[in-house]
């Protein structure tokens, strides 16, 4: 209650006196009760790397005195496994929240939207977090619309507690945005612009199990989940990979595509295609990367074959270093590339499939 | 049954759009505009619905300026059978504002299904189609990449959604709402015909008082600005040279 007078009385100044020294003081005094809640996405009995990111974004947020709470929703024995995993898995995680119902087996929008409401009403939180994945963005809009708040998609950099920017115009622009709303602040991060360091200290979360009996539920059997379909690989995360490999059109065919995978497993690397490659059936729509695809921020990104629309470009722009082999010289990809080379994809790969080091 | 479909007026995907000097957004005028892609892969799944018999009636709406009505003449020379254009000229509404007024239609409209895009390829959001669910309580199918209308008595959808690591299924009664994804469809193509045909069909102009929205503003815009340009690289002419250059320049390998 009083953080919600606080909001209102900071924007409410803000408006009447927008100089910028007044706007630092505010948000340093609000730092001081910014608690977040982060929607944690978790799988068999693990906790996932993109929820880490976000708990990394979190921080920012404020000072290191505020709290972030972790929710995790699921049901059965691999929800407890990955709850005490999350317990540990950042220093700032202050609370692990957990909700076991046979309700949250899957992540269906309907109850999950519900739950984070249910528990924002038991404690007060300033902001709530998840990632951008297809999780996130499928459920924190709607908690923000249960909320009657705007939520901000995407957010790259965080500039205080209220003011965020995120890409706009498949990362052609950056909008810097202020969040001036009296409820909570909903945000979804991209993960690849909050990268985790390695943890050293160790510190282990309470946890507590919600109490769901008086939680009600009226949309929520109106949704089934009837199955999946998961590609099982070996090889990393596509969005968390320290290495990239991506193939086009100019594969030509799903065999040719072999040589992309076997180029990214001797650099222990993850595949990635561009639309046209899914389109064209060589790869599972999963892999592609642009503004609808996933977005990589790997150390090394490799391109064979790609021409460089602006709709990929976006999902590749925060690479360290860009490569790209295309027969075209005057491909746009040249452009953002660190090393380009012209020439033929298909003498190239078994070249470098070769003449590359071994990967230990 | 009857199906809402939003769609949204935005810079041609093509276009390399360009950030204002004065950064307040990006440059809109003498640009060519065009339907978000992603409304026309929904408008085309409704028509497709309609045409399978499961639909009675394809209603397209826009929220906007007055130009929204070429957006709109495009829908219904695709197909739809009338049009909505809900006029707002004051300035650019969040996903919420739209989601309350797609809320408000939908309680006069009744439909029982409202299709919009995943996305707007201009503000890149992928909000208002959860949001709208939010507000009508309907259970949500979102970044569909394949959906079947069952059963017309039973009224229910199954929807194949693209989801990290894979496809997943999920079975929604209906009334409904569903965003729709890049591979789900092909649209289709206006013939000459039909664009006269559209010419004719009704566009229902409302305004926000008729809806009786109220306008939040509580996402203020301070600046757009253009991203860092990456140095330029360069051009190598042998694999070798490339190997060499990963190896002791960027040391990446």
Known sequence: MTRTILLRALTNKKKLVPSNSHRSISITNLSRCISTLILAEHESGSIKPQTVSTVVAANQLG??????????????????????????????????????????????????????????????????????????KNILPRVAALLDV??????????????????????????????????????????????????????????????????????????????????????????????????????????????????????????????????????????????????????????????GAIQHLAGIKD?????????????????????????????????????????? | MKILVAVKRVVDYAVKIRVKPDKTGVDTQNVKMSMNPFCEIALEEALRIKEAGFAKEVVAVSIGPSQCVDTLRTGLAMGADRGIHVEANSSIFLPLTIAKILKSLADVENPGLIFLGKQAIDDDCNQTGQMVAALLGWPQATFASKVVVLDKDKQFATVDREVDGGLETLSVDLPAVITTDLRLNQPRYATLPNIMKAKSKPIKKMTLEDLKVDVKSDIEIVEVTEPAKRKSGVIVSSVDELIDKLKNEAHVV
Not at chain 1, 72 to 97: D, I, N, T
Not at chain 1, 153 to 158: G, L, Q, R
Not at chain 1, 212 to 227: A, H, I, Q, T
Not at chain 1, 284 to 294: A, S
């Open chain 1, 63 to 136: 000072e290191k005195s505020s709290s972030v709470s972790l929710l995790l929703a699921g049901s059965g024995s691999s929800l407890q496994e990955a709850a005490s995993q999350a317990a540990s898995c950042h220093p700032s995680v202050s609370e692990v929240l957990v909700a076991d119902s046979d309700r949250f087996e899957y992540p269906l929008a309907e109850p999950w939207a519900k739950l984070v409401d249910f528990v924002r009403q038991q404690r007060d939180y300033s902001h709530i977090l998840a990632s951008s994945s297809s999780f996130g």
């Open chain 1, 319 to 360: 690479s360290k270093v860009i490569v790209a082999v295309n027969k075209d010289a005057d491909a746009p990809i040249f452009q953002v590339a660190d090393y380009g080379l012209v020439g033929d994809l298909f003498e190239v790969i078994p070249e470098l499939l070769e003449k590359l080091p071994e990967k230990k």
């Open chain 1, 150 to 307: 705007s939520p901000v998609t995407d957010v790259v950099k965080i500039l205080g507690s209220n003011e965020f920017i995120r890409p706009i115009y498949a990362g052609n622009a950056l909008c810097r945005v202020r969040y001036t709303g009296a409820g909570p602040c909903v945000l979804t991060i991209r993960t690849t612009s909050f990268p985790v360091t390695p943890i050293t200290e160790s510190k282990k979360a309470t946890i507590s199990q919600i109490d769901l009996s008086n939680f009600k539920e009226d949309s929520v059997s109106r949704s089934r989940y009837v199955g999946q379909s998961t590609q099982d690989t070996e090889r990393p995360d596509l969005g968390s990979a320290r290495v990239v490999i991506t193939g086009g059109r100019a594969l030509k065919s799903v065999e040719n595509f072999k040589m992309i995978e076997k180029l990214a497993e001797k650099l222990g690397g993850a595949v990635g295609a561009t639309r046209a490659a899914v389109d064209a059936g060589y790869v599972p729509n999963d892999l592609q990367v642009g503004q609808t695809g996933k977005i990589v921020a790997p150390e090394l990104y490799m391109a064979f074959g790609v021409s």
